[in-house]
Protein backbone atom coordinates (compact mmCIF):
# COMPACT_ATOMS: atom_id res chain seq x y z
CA UNK A 1 0.00 0.00 0.00
CA UNK A 2 0.86 3.46 -0.51
CA UNK A 3 2.09 5.48 2.17
CA UNK A 4 3.56 9.14 3.20
CA UNK A 5 5.93 10.06 6.13
CA UNK A 6 6.62 13.50 7.16
CA UNK A 7 9.23 14.25 9.14
CA UNK A 8 8.60 16.73 11.58
CA UNK A 9 5.69 18.30 12.80
CA UNK A 10 6.92 21.70 12.96
CA UNK A 11 9.73 23.28 11.83
CA UNK A 12 11.07 26.49 12.12
CA UNK A 13 13.55 28.63 10.75
CA UNK A 14 14.45 32.16 10.27
CA UNK A 15 13.50 34.95 7.57
CA UNK A 16 16.14 34.63 4.63
CA UNK A 17 17.07 31.14 5.71
CA UNK A 18 16.97 27.78 3.72
CA UNK A 19 13.33 25.61 4.25
CA UNK A 20 13.31 21.76 4.04
CA UNK A 21 10.47 19.85 4.80
CA UNK A 22 11.02 16.17 4.49
CA UNK A 23 8.62 13.97 2.64
CA UNK A 24 9.43 10.04 2.62
CA UNK A 25 7.00 7.79 0.52
CA UNK A 26 6.53 3.81 0.01
CA UNK A 27 5.25 2.71 -3.43
CA UNK A 28 5.67 -0.45 -4.75
CA UNK A 29 5.58 1.15 -8.39
CA UNK A 30 7.02 4.91 -9.33
CA UNK A 31 4.89 7.22 -7.34
CA UNK A 32 3.39 10.40 -8.58
CA UNK A 33 3.89 13.19 -5.64
CA UNK A 34 2.75 16.31 -4.57
CA UNK A 35 3.14 19.30 -2.18
CA UNK A 36 0.33 21.32 -1.14
CA UNK A 37 0.58 24.35 0.95
CA UNK A 38 -2.45 25.18 3.37
CA UNK A 39 -2.76 28.64 5.34
CA UNK A 40 -5.02 28.79 8.61
CA UNK A 41 -8.68 28.10 7.69
CA UNK A 42 -8.23 27.87 4.38
CA UNK A 43 -8.15 25.15 1.72
CA UNK A 44 -5.13 23.13 0.29
CA UNK A 45 -2.97 25.13 -2.77
CA UNK A 46 -1.11 22.92 -4.78
CA UNK A 47 2.26 24.22 -4.74
CA UNK A 48 3.65 20.96 -6.98
CA UNK A 49 3.92 17.88 -8.68
CA UNK A 50 6.34 14.97 -9.27
CA UNK A 51 4.72 12.63 -12.54
CA UNK A 52 7.94 11.43 -13.63
CA UNK A 53 9.11 13.56 -15.92
CA UNK A 54 11.80 15.24 -14.40
CA UNK A 55 13.41 14.52 -11.05
CA UNK A 56 14.07 17.98 -9.92
CA UNK A 57 10.30 19.89 -9.89
CA UNK A 58 9.91 23.35 -9.52
CA UNK A 59 6.52 24.99 -7.71
CA UNK A 60 4.73 28.38 -6.96
CA UNK A 61 6.29 30.72 -4.62
CA UNK A 62 10.01 29.59 -5.32
CA UNK A 63 9.75 25.70 -3.65
CA UNK A 64 10.99 23.29 -5.55
CA UNK A 65 11.62 19.38 -4.50
CA UNK A 66 13.77 17.07 -5.84
CA UNK A 67 12.79 13.12 -6.08
CA UNK A 68 14.90 10.53 -5.25
CA UNK A 69 14.08 7.20 -6.10
CA UNK A 70 17.12 5.14 -3.66
CA UNK A 71 15.69 7.22 -0.74
CA UNK A 72 12.43 7.25 -1.51
CA UNK A 73 12.35 10.81 -0.68
CA UNK A 74 10.62 14.03 -1.90
CA UNK A 75 11.75 16.93 0.08
CA UNK A 76 10.56 20.00 -0.47
CA UNK A 77 13.03 23.24 -0.08
CA UNK A 78 13.47 27.10 -1.02
CA UNK A 79 16.67 29.04 -0.59
CA UNK A 80 15.24 31.95 1.14
CA UNK A 81 11.60 31.97 3.72
CA UNK A 82 9.36 34.96 3.57
CA UNK A 83 7.20 35.17 6.55
CA UNK A 84 4.26 34.77 4.22
CA UNK A 85 5.69 31.41 3.78
CA UNK A 86 4.53 30.24 7.40
CA UNK A 87 1.77 27.83 6.99
CA UNK A 88 1.19 23.77 7.32
CA UNK A 89 2.49 21.93 4.28
CA UNK A 90 1.23 18.24 3.34
CA UNK A 91 3.06 15.80 0.87
CA UNK A 92 0.83 13.30 -0.79
CA UNK A 93 1.13 9.97 -2.86
CA UNK A 94 -1.52 9.22 -5.46
CA UNK A 95 -3.21 5.69 -4.62
CA UNK A 96 -3.12 3.18 -7.43
CA UNK A 97 -5.67 2.65 -9.67
CA UNK A 98 -6.90 5.25 -11.12
CA UNK A 99 -9.59 6.38 -8.13
CA UNK A 100 -7.74 9.88 -7.70
CA UNK A 101 -7.52 8.85 -4.19
CA UNK A 102 -4.51 10.98 -2.30
CA UNK A 103 -2.65 9.48 0.46
CA UNK A 104 -1.31 12.45 2.92
CA UNK A 105 1.28 12.54 5.06
CA UNK A 106 0.77 13.96 8.69
CA UNK A 107 1.60 17.95 8.03
CA UNK A 108 4.12 20.03 8.60
CA UNK A 109 3.96 23.71 10.51
CA UNK A 110 6.25 25.93 9.12
CA UNK A 111 7.09 29.03 11.29
CA UNK A 112 9.23 31.63 9.94
CA UNK A 113 10.98 34.15 12.67
CA UNK A 114 11.97 37.44 11.41
CA UNK B 1 -13.70 32.48 -11.83
CA UNK B 2 -13.59 28.63 -11.66
CA UNK B 3 -13.18 27.47 -8.03
CA UNK B 4 -14.56 24.92 -5.68
CA UNK B 5 -17.26 26.86 -2.83
CA UNK B 6 -17.98 25.26 0.68
CA UNK B 7 -20.58 26.27 2.39
CA UNK B 8 -21.41 27.23 5.21
CA UNK B 9 -17.85 28.13 6.34
CA UNK B 10 -19.02 27.70 9.93
CA UNK B 11 -21.66 25.06 11.24
CA UNK B 12 -22.73 23.63 14.45
CA UNK B 13 -24.41 20.79 15.04
CA UNK B 14 -27.58 19.45 18.03
CA UNK B 15 -27.06 16.58 19.55
CA UNK B 16 -29.09 13.97 17.23
CA UNK B 17 -29.09 16.23 14.32
CA UNK B 18 -28.00 15.44 10.56
CA UNK B 19 -25.99 18.12 8.72
CA UNK B 20 -25.71 18.67 5.06
CA UNK B 21 -22.25 20.63 4.12
CA UNK B 22 -22.71 21.91 0.62
CA UNK B 23 -19.88 21.65 -2.47
CA UNK B 24 -19.79 23.38 -5.66
CA UNK B 25 -17.58 23.13 -8.62
CA UNK B 26 -17.28 25.14 -11.89
CA UNK B 27 -14.33 23.06 -13.35
CA UNK B 28 -16.06 21.28 -14.89
CA UNK B 29 -14.24 18.48 -13.47
CA UNK B 30 -15.29 14.74 -13.25
CA UNK B 31 -14.19 13.37 -9.86
CA UNK B 32 -14.74 15.36 -6.41
CA UNK B 33 -13.61 14.33 -2.73
CA UNK B 34 -14.61 15.02 0.64
CA UNK B 35 -11.39 14.63 3.38
CA UNK B 36 -12.00 15.07 7.12
CA UNK B 37 -8.90 16.79 9.14
CA UNK B 38 -8.50 16.64 12.52
CA UNK B 39 -4.89 18.24 13.82
CA UNK B 40 -1.73 16.42 13.70
CA UNK B 41 -3.80 13.75 11.46
CA UNK B 42 -3.74 15.20 7.70
CA UNK B 43 -6.20 14.47 5.83
CA UNK B 44 -8.76 11.92 5.90
CA UNK B 45 -11.00 10.58 2.94
CA UNK B 46 -14.42 10.41 3.61
CA UNK B 47 -16.21 9.39 0.25
CA UNK B 48 -15.15 9.81 -3.22
CA UNK B 49 -16.92 10.14 -6.85
CA UNK B 50 -15.54 9.58 -10.18
CA UNK B 51 -18.48 10.35 -11.96
CA UNK B 52 -22.58 11.38 -11.67
CA UNK B 53 -24.48 9.16 -9.98
CA UNK B 54 -21.76 6.93 -8.69
CA UNK B 55 -19.60 7.30 -5.59
CA UNK B 56 -17.36 5.39 -3.15
CA UNK B 57 -16.95 4.88 0.61
CA UNK B 58 -13.45 6.11 1.59
CA UNK B 59 -11.17 4.97 4.77
CA UNK B 60 -13.91 6.54 7.36
CA UNK B 61 -17.12 6.92 5.70
CA UNK B 62 -19.30 5.77 8.60
CA UNK B 63 -21.74 8.33 9.58
CA UNK B 64 -21.62 10.17 6.52
CA UNK B 65 -23.71 10.01 3.47
CA UNK B 66 -23.39 11.60 -0.11
CA UNK B 67 -25.12 12.16 -3.46
CA UNK B 68 -23.90 13.04 -6.85
CA UNK B 69 -26.66 13.71 -8.64
CA UNK B 70 -24.88 16.80 -10.81
CA UNK B 71 -21.41 16.69 -12.08
CA UNK B 72 -21.34 20.22 -9.93
CA UNK B 73 -22.43 19.67 -6.73
CA UNK B 74 -21.42 16.79 -3.96
CA UNK B 75 -23.47 17.58 -0.83
CA UNK B 76 -22.18 15.72 2.40
CA UNK B 77 -24.41 15.18 5.02
CA UNK B 78 -22.86 13.94 8.76
CA UNK B 79 -25.49 11.62 10.62
CA UNK B 80 -26.45 11.22 13.91
CA UNK B 81 -24.67 7.94 14.16
CA UNK B 82 -20.85 9.59 13.80
CA UNK B 83 -20.24 10.68 17.29
CA UNK B 84 -17.62 12.60 16.97
CA UNK B 85 -18.32 14.82 14.21
CA UNK B 86 -15.96 18.21 14.83
CA UNK B 87 -13.51 18.86 12.63
CA UNK B 88 -12.91 20.49 9.34
CA UNK B 89 -14.30 19.13 6.12
CA UNK B 90 -12.40 19.74 2.92
CA UNK B 91 -13.99 19.35 -0.22
CA UNK B 92 -12.12 18.92 -3.77
CA UNK B 93 -12.11 17.96 -7.20
CA UNK B 94 -10.01 16.56 -10.24
CA UNK B 95 -10.06 16.51 -13.83
CA UNK B 96 -10.58 12.91 -13.81
CA UNK B 97 -9.26 9.69 -11.49
CA UNK B 98 -6.11 9.45 -12.88
CA UNK B 99 -3.01 8.92 -10.90
CA UNK B 100 -1.42 12.35 -11.64
CA UNK B 101 -3.75 15.10 -11.72
CA UNK B 102 -3.99 17.16 -8.68
CA UNK B 103 -6.50 17.55 -6.75
CA UNK B 104 -8.55 21.52 -6.52
CA UNK B 105 -9.90 22.43 -2.92
CA UNK B 106 -12.27 24.27 -1.38
CA UNK B 107 -12.03 26.55 1.33
CA UNK B 108 -13.75 23.79 4.09
CA UNK B 109 -16.24 23.97 6.25
CA UNK B 110 -15.54 23.95 10.18
CA UNK B 111 -18.43 21.52 11.67
CA UNK B 112 -19.11 22.04 16.08
CA UNK B 113 -20.83 20.48 18.42
CA UNK B 114 -23.32 22.47 20.50
Known amino acids: AQSVTQLGSHVSVSEGALVLLRCNYS??????LFWYVQYPNQGLQLLLK??????LVKGINGFEAEFKKSETSFHLTKPSAHMSDAAEYFC????????????FGQGTTLQVKP | DGGITQSPKYLFRKEGQNVTLSCEQN?????MYWYRQDPGQGLRLIYY???????QKGDIAEGYSVSREKKESFPLTVTSAQKNPTAFYLC?????????????FGDGTRLSIL
Open chain 1, 92 to 103: AVSDRGNTGKLI
Open chain 1, 50 to 55: YTSAAT
Open chain 2, 27 to 31: LNHDA
Open chain 2, 49 to 55: SQIVNDF
Open chain 1, 27 to 32: SSVPPY
Open chain 2, 92 to 104: ASSISTGEYQPQH
